[in-house]
Nanobody
Framework: QVQLVESGGGLVQAGGSLRLSCAAS????????MAWFRQAPGKEREFVAA????????YYGDSVKGRFTISRDNAKNTVYLQMNSLKPEDTAVYIC???????????????WGQGTQVTVSS
């Protein structure tokens, strides 16, 4: 199995930046595509970003394109989410996920972290 632990969440002002990390353990990290999802109160879980095994291919949700960047360091078994130009509507629990192939839906992912809270104030 793969175990995922997120970190880096917190409180930030609108327009600011935050970098989330997701550390993986268990099976070989480089054999999994990784993704970030988020869930705000009263809303369904939303796809944010995904990255391929090597890091060469990335997907982004429409709401974060141009502002967020996903990356990975296979030597460190870690995936990152750099969030810039944050907006109050970005406030949510951000959750790391792993899958055998790149996907953009919740149901396709097998492994999940516990989530980390991101709050953007205005």
């Amino acid at each position: 199995q793969v175990q995922l632990v997120e970190s880096g969440g917190g409180l930030v002002q609108a327009g600011g930046s935050l970098r989330l990390s997701c550390a993986a353990s268990g099976r070989t990290f480089s054999t999994y595509a990784m993704a970030w999802f988020r869930q705000a109160p009263g809303k369904e879980r939303e796809f944010v970003a995904a990255i391929s095994l090597s890091g060469a291919r990335t997907y982004y949700g429409d709401s974060v394109k141009g502002r967020f960047t996903i990356s990975r360091d296979n030597a460190k078994n870690t995936v990152y989410l750099q969030m810039n130009s944050l907006k109050p509507e970005d406030t949510a629990v951000y959750i790391c996920a792993a899958n055998s192939i790149i996907a953009t839906t919740v149901r396709q992912y097998k492994y999940w972290g516990q989530g980390t809270q991101v709050t953007v104030s205005s």
